[in-house]
Structures are given as structure tokens and as C-alpha cells.
């Protein structure tokens, strides 16, 4: 599947590096073309005649090399391929590509590209679990770079935990997921997830118990159909999706303004357990206790989001999706919530505490659309974003051909 896929291939300086040499070797089996980089790290650890020899190509190596640059630039390079990879994704490596450094070969086409970029993380876990390279890892996913891994394991400084690079036929897998073109590709898809906090003061807000799991699980299996995810996200326990552009919000007011930025989209899901009201005025400074008074809240609405966007007459997405997060009469409410937003399916589940769904990693739910409503068994949390995905994907199929 990776017949003819031009892989760029940036080798960074960690003990990772000798995987390199096989995953060189797999790529180019399954008939990929690979051009590598070396930085200057990285050949500490392999040597660049071993890299070129698999690679059947001579590596790079300087960002001054005037004979190069008149033949194939920098940019040039960083562009011609269908995918860069940066293998290993050193700490050092993440941290010039978060600030946007350009000051060697590898950091100037990393800048320079405008085609995806994928990272295999390779560090010893204290270096992994950093807060330095943890801020480094948000902005990279915000940026829309793919993560391959790391994984758990033993590591050669004698730690264990993760930060091992994954290994050279995970990535390739990740690769051919990536470059394989699915029903989705071309389409760029909206989704929100997680909860809203809304603040009373600068130390309290208020909150509710969504973990973004379901939120996340969608806007992976729609990326694995080859969808533009933009990932609208308030403060979710859940770990955020590789390879999709993820905006970090707080409260509904700010998820609402991500939400229209987003668009024009061809999909919009609205998985966002999003509060229905704000403090009205949420007080500047910490609220004190005074003596036998209680503080008095009062509260504002929030904008509808999913009404909003499913009623815009200019600019809404061909297939809008709500979710109905009900207690009570799951199908009634839902059917009635589906007409009162706009919107082309609801999703509805149960959350009353006893179904263990919100924070749980099941999810029983039932689609609701013009052609009723259609249970599905309770499953695993990715399947029902898996069997979501595919038939969204279905569907917008089916408005283009009509
Ligand atoms: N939603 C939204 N903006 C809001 C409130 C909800 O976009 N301000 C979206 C949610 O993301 C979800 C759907 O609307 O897709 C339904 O959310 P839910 O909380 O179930 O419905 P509510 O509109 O809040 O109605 P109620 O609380 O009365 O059930």
C-alpha cells in the first residue's frame, strides 16, 4: 500500500536510531521511497553509508550545502514527499519543532513542509513524562501531527515505561493508515468533545462528568477513514487524538466561537457535553465566606452550538450530528431534541448512573435520523465511533452522488 509513497525521512540522534535501518528496509519492501536525514546526533549512532545503503539514496545532511541547494533546495526536499517522518522523534528534536526552530537541516524542512508530518518518540521516560516535553507534545497535536507510539517497555538506560519508539512495523502501519486514501480523505469534519468548565471565580468553576472518550474515539475513526478532523476540545480527562487538528477550550462561550472558526466543514459532530448555563458574571477575584451569607449564583445561558451551526442557512455542514445525553425516556427526548437543534441524527444514550456509560468505556446508544430510530447493542466506546464514522461516511457519499 505504500507502493510509490515518497517518505522523508528525518532520523533524529537517540539509541532508537538503529531501528531506523530496519524500518528503512520495510518501507522500501513494501515499495516506498525513502530520502533520509541525518542530524548530527543521529550520527552518533548510525553511520550515514549504513543509512544510504538501505535507503539506495545518499543522505542529507547539511543545511549549507551549496551544491545541493542548486540542485534540490531545502524546501524543495521537504516538499516532494508524500509524508515526512521523523524517527526517532527525539526530546531535543520536539522541542525545536514546538518552537519552531530552524537552525539545522532536519528543524529547517520540519518548518519549511507543508505536507504531514508523523513523529516516533524515542526518550527515556523521565525525559517522556517531563512537563517541558509533555507542553511540547500538546502544541504538536494542536499543530496536527501524527504521534506513532511511544511504547511501554524496558528501555536500553535500564528504565522502564514509556518512551521506546515503536517498532519499525507499527510504524509502517501508521504509515499506510496515514497515506491510504479513505472515504473520508478530502473531507474535513468538525467535532467537539469533552466537558465545559464555567467559572464562578478565578478558582471555582462549574463542571460535569464527561470524559471525551467518546469524543475522542470519533475523531480517530474518522481520521482512520482519511477525514481533516478539527478537534474542538473544553478540558477532557481523555487523552487527546494523534493526527488531527486539536483546539483546547474551556468554557461553552470559547467551544462555541472554535466551533464556527472551524467551518466551512462537510460533517459536524457535536459530541461536546457542553453546560447549559454560565455564571453570569463569574467574579474577578476569589468569592470569600462571609459571615452567615451564602453566595447567590445567577445564572446566563450558554449559546447552543449544535442548534446554532445545524440552523445556519449559509455554511452548514452537509450532515450535522447532535448527541442526546438523557436520563429518561432516552428515545422520546431525543426524538424531540433531533427536531428542536435541526439537526440530521442525534446519537442518543443513557447516562443515568447506573448504565456506567459517562466515564465508562461502553456506550449503548441509539441513532436517531429520519428513518427512525435504530438500537445499537452496547459496545466498546471506539466501535460504536468506528460504525459512526462509516456511516457518516456513507452518507456523504450518498449527498454527493444524489
Ligand atoms: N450542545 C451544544 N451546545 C450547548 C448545549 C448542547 O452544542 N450549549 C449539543 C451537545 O454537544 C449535544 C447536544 O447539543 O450534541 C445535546 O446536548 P444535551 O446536553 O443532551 O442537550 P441540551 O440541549 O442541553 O438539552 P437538555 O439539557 O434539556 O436535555
Redesign the pocket.
Known sequence: MLAGKRILLIIGGGIAAYKCLDLIRRLRERGADVTPVMTRAAEEFVTPLSVSALAGQEVHRDLFDLTKEAEMGHINLSRVADLVLVAPATADLMAKMAAGLANDLASTLLMATDTPVMIAPAMNVRMWDHPATQRNIKTLMSDGMGFIGPNEGDMACGEFGPGRMSEPLEIVAALETRLTAGPLTGKRILV?SGPTHEPIDPVRYIANRSSGAQGTAIAEALRDLGAEVVFVTGPADAARPTGVHVIEVES?REMHKAAHAALPADAGI?????A?WRVASASASKIKKTKGGLPVLEFAE??????EISQLSDGRPALVV?????TDDVVE?ATA?RLR?GCDWIVANDVSPSTGIMGGSENAVVLISDDGAESWPRMGKTEVARKLAQKLAEKLAQALSS
Open positions: 467537539t461553552a457535536f459530541a461536546a457535553a457542553v447549559d450558554n449559546p447552543d452550538i449544535l442548534a447532535g448527541f442526546a445525553a438523557e427526548n431534541k437543534k
